[in-house]
């Protein structure tokens, strides 16, 4: 005999939008305003609390992420030959 199954739609909750609004933003880091507390909006949009040394670690990263991007786009070095 044959069962129906309901197909449940899970749901992750992610960080709300006002609260993330009301952090300052600058590199990836959230920082609360009159507190020393910062925050990362992970890749599952989760805001986590995190430690300066991981703050410094995603500027870091962020930085060589910016760097490694737009030497991408730097034009390729002409190679001419003079010799025919």
Known sequence: ???NVLEEAISIPTAD??????LEWKDGIG???GSDLQ???????L???ITEE????IRTLSTFSINAQ???FAP????TSSAW
Do not use: Q
């Open 1 to 3: 005999m044959e069962e």
């Open 17 to 22: 939008p006002e609260l993330v609004n009301a």
């Open 31 to 33: 920082t609360l305003p």
């Open 39 to 45: 925050f990362y909006l992970n890749e599952f949009g």
């Open 47 to 49: 805001l986590e609390v």
């Open 54 to 57: 991981e703050a410094e670690a």
């Open 70 to 72: 737009s030497e991408s």
């Open 76 to 79: 390729a070095a002409a190679t």
